[in-house]
């Protein structure tokens, strides 16, 4: 009803007893899902996989480990039976060996390359994603934090299922000029988390316009590099706390709204680009 027609299915909440994936009968949840989403001609372009905060890593216990990398395995079955395009992961960051490249690299392939493959058998992308600043100094830098890792890593899988997802609300964080990072990143570009923030103090995941990221420069980049995917919201906390309601319906409609602006700025450089 609030006009959008494609959405992300979030797959992080294995912490939580009721969560689909942890479910006996998961799959039939899942399909049930699909079923819904078909009705309403709406496609699920992409997840989110399980993620937890990275100083936890190092303290999982074997039990949780285990439920962690399960709730990945059935994250990665569930993308292929909604048709979800690409599923979003969070690289991963070694603290140890001062937090050298090579270390964190390996890491991420000795975890991730089983996953990927079983992404690939289920006809599931896998885009890694840019990460933000570790602001509370938990852990002095994260991998991948800057797109020169990021490409780095993308690029040593030597596989067109794996790519890059662009948070902009991490990268006003990390206050890269987006443009010139988006130039960078270029056919990589698999999928997009669309938030906001102030200052890039906080990881708020505002709606556009309430922060401060450049929206008019972060579009004329997706023009430049020819970007023909979807404008994927990462806004959880929007709305989130409004009565349920027509209240939140409103709230909802306003969100879409926001997102055609966005789309106006993207067909103004495209216009503007072919003109020069």
């Not at 994260?142 to 609300?169: A, I, K, N």
């Not at 000029?177 to 103090?201: E, T």
Request: hydrophobic share 35%; net charge negative.
């Amino acid at each position: 009803d609030a006009g959008y027609d494609t959405v992300d299915i979030s797959f992080v909440f294995q912490d939580h007893d009721d969560f689909v994936l942890r479910a006996d009968h998961w799959q039939q949840r899942v399909e049930d899902i699909g079923k819904t989403a078909e009705t309403l001609g709406i496609k699920i372009h992409q997840c989110h996989l399980p993620y937890t905060v990275p100083h936890k890593l190092a303290a999982m216990t074997c039990e949780y480990r285990a439920l962690y990398d399960e709730c990945t395995r059935r994250a990665y079955i569930a993308s292929g039976m909604l048709g979800v395009r690409w599923a979003v992961a969070h690289p991963w960051t070694h603290p140890e060996l001062n937090f050298e490249n090579k270390a964190s690299l390996e890491a991420n392939h000795a975890y991730y390359d089983p996953f990927i493959e079983l992404g690939i058998q289920h006809n599931v992308g896998t885009a890694l994603e840019n990460m933000c600043p570790c602001l509370n100094r938990e852990m002095p830098m994260r991998y991948c934090q800057h797109y020169d890792q990021l490409l780095e890593l993308v690029d040593s899988f030597h596989d067109p299922m794996v790519g890059v997802c662009w948070d902009t609300g991490h990268a006003n964080q990390m206050k890269l000029d987006q443009h010139r990072a988006l130039l960078a990143v270029g056919s990589r570009l698999k999928a997009l988390h669309i938030n906001d923030n102030q200052y890039g103090s906080f990881d708020e995941h505002l709606l556009p316009y309430i922060g401060d990221n450049d929206w008019a420069s972060i579009m004329e980049a997706l023009v430049e590099i020819d970007y023909q995917g979807v404008l994927t919201y990462e806004t959880g906390r929007v709305g989130r706390l409004a009565p349920y309601g027509e209240f939140q319906h409103a709230f909802l409609r306003a969100t879409h709204e926001s997102g055609m602006c966005m789309l106006h700025l993207y067909e103004e450089a495209q216009k503007r680009l072919n003109q020069e």
